[in-house]
Nanobody, 112 residues
C-alpha cells in the first residue's frame, strides 16, 4: 500500500504561480511512476505530468512550458511547479503513485 497526500493548492490570480507537493508513505520501494492528474467540474480526470524513478518526465500539451514536475527521492515527495496559470487550469489536482494509488486531491482555483 502507498498513501499519497497532496498539499499546496489554493486561489491564485491569472498569470500567477503555485507549487503543489505530494508526500508518499507506505511501500515506497514499489513506486516507479509519480504523477499529477487533474479534474475540472464536469470533465474527466486528465494527465498533467508524470515522472519515472529514472527521472523521465511526460507532460500534457497544456502543461508544457508552464509546469515542471520534479521528485525528491530522499523525501519521498513529488512536486508540481505551476507558472503562468490560466483560469482553465482550475481543477482538483490529484497525486498518483504508479497510476494505481491516488491522493484525495487539492483544489487549485485560478481567478481574478
Amino acid at each position: 500500500q502507498v498513501q499519497p497526500v497532496e498539499s499546496g493548492g489554493g486561489l491564485v490570480q491569472p498569470g500567477g504561480s503555485l507549487r503543489l507537493s505530494c508526500g508518499f508513505s507506505g511501500s515506497i520501494f514499489s513506486i516507479v511512476i509519480m504523477g499529477w492528474y487533474r479534474q475540472a467540474p464536469g470533465k474527466q480526470r486528465e494527465l498533467v505530468a508524470t515522472i519515472s524513478s529514472g527521472g523521465t518526465t511526460n507532460y500534457a500539451e497544456s502543461a508544457k512550458g508552464r509546469f515542471t514536475i520534479s521528485r525528491d527521492n530522499a523525501k519521498n515527495t513529488v512536486y508540481l511547479q505551476m507558472n503562468s496559470l490560466k483560469p482553465e487550469d482550475t481543477a482538483v489536482y490529484y497525486c498518483t503513485a504508479n497510476l494505481y494509488y491516488w491522493g484525495r486531491g487539492t483544489q487549485v482555483t485560478v481567478s481574478s
